[in-house]
C-alpha cells in the first residue's frame, strides 16, 4: 500500500504565501504524475497543477502565474508555492500520484489521494 501525506494548510490573509508538502510512502517503485487538486465547500474537486516524473508541469488557469508545483523524486515528494492568495482559493487541497508499485502478482499501477489539508484565506 501507498500512503500520501500532506502539510501546510493554515489561514492566511489575502495576498499571503503558503507552501503545501506531500509525501509518498510505500512500497514504491516509482511514481509518474504527481499533482494537487482543491475542494472547495460544494463544489467538484478541481485540478490546480500536475507534474510528471520528468519535471513537467501544467497547471488550471486559476493557478497560473501564482502557483508553482515541484517534486523531489528522492523522497517522494511533491510541493505547492502558492503566492497572492484570494479567498477563492479556499479549499482542501488534495495531494494526488499515479504510482507502480510491487507484489507478488508483479507490478500494479494505482493512483494515490491524500487526505487533505485546509487552506482558507480571509479577504
Known amino acids: 500500500q501507498v500512503q500520501l501525506v500532506e502539510s501546510g494548510g493554515d489561514l492566511v490573509q489575502a495576498g499571503g504565501s503558503l507552501r503545501l508538502s506531500c509525501a509518498a510512502s510505500?512500497?514504491?517503485?516509482?511514481?509518474?504524475?504527481m499533482g494537487w487538486f482543491r475542494q472547495a465547500p460544494g463544489n467538484e474537486r478541481e485540478l490546480v497543477a500536475t507534474?510528471?516524473?520528468?519535471?513537467?508541469?501544467s497547471y488550471a488557469d486559476s493557478a497560473k502565474g501564482r502557483f508553482t508545483i515541484s517534486r523531489d523524486n528522492a523522497k517522494n515528494a511533491v510541493y505547492l508555492g502558492m503566492n497572492s492568495l484570494k479567498p477563492e482559493d479556499t479549499a482542501v487541497y488534495y495531494c494526488?500520484?499515479?504510482?507502480?508499485?510491487?507484489?507478488?502478482?508483479?507490478?500494479?499501477?494505482?493512483?494515490?489521494w491524500g487526505q487533505g489539508t485546509q487552506v482558507t484565506v480571509s479577504s
Open positions: 510505500g512500497n514504491i517503485v516509482s511514481i509518474n504524475a
Open positions: 494526488y500520484a499515479n504510482v507502480l508499485t510491487r507484489d507478488a502478482w508483479g507490478v500494479r499501477e494505482n493512483n494515490y
Open positions: 507534474i510528471t516524473s520528468g519535471g513537467s508541469t
